[in-house]
Nanobody, 133 residues
């Protein structure tokens, strides 16, 4: 049971990347799925969250208006479209699901209000995003 993030790479400031999060061993369609990132020497922070039906989404601070989360439950995949990338966006990006609750809208809202990653699990290897000219 694991999620795998992919799609990272090197991009110039102002550029775009689309990350993908694919599940193995379970289906994502019942769970809140979040994107998170961790820069060297920093704590892991949340980036975005989507409810099971993708009708409720949240974004952390500076990501609003630049990042967009979406999901394709038929492909068991969640995406993170990142536009207008800045050097400070450089980090390892991870995805995770909270499989302990089916109240996915409330879970995303809780993550947005508190930043508490808590019960998100099924972490896999992240994908490196580097933003540099």
């Amino acid at each position: 049971v694991q999620l795998q993030a992919s799609g990272g790479g090197l991009v110039q400031p102002g550029g775009s990347l689309r990350l993908s999060c694919t599940a193995s061993g379970f289906t994502l369609d019942s769970y809140a799925v979040g994107w998170f990132r961790q820069a060297p020497g920093e704590e892991r922070e949340w980036v975005s969250c989507t409810s099971s039906s993708d009708d409720v989404t949240y974004y952390a601070g500076s990501m609003k208006g630049r990042f967009s989360i979406s999901r394709d439950n038929a492909k068991n995949t969640v995406y993170l479209q990142m536009n207008s990338l800045k050097p400070e966006d450089a980090a390892v990006y991870y995805c995770a699901a909270d499989r302990r609750t089916l109240r996915t809208r409330a879970r995303c809202r809780s993550l947005a209000l508190t930043g508490q990653i808590g019960t998100f699990d099924s972490w896999g290897q992240g994908t490196q995003v580097t933003v540099s000219s």
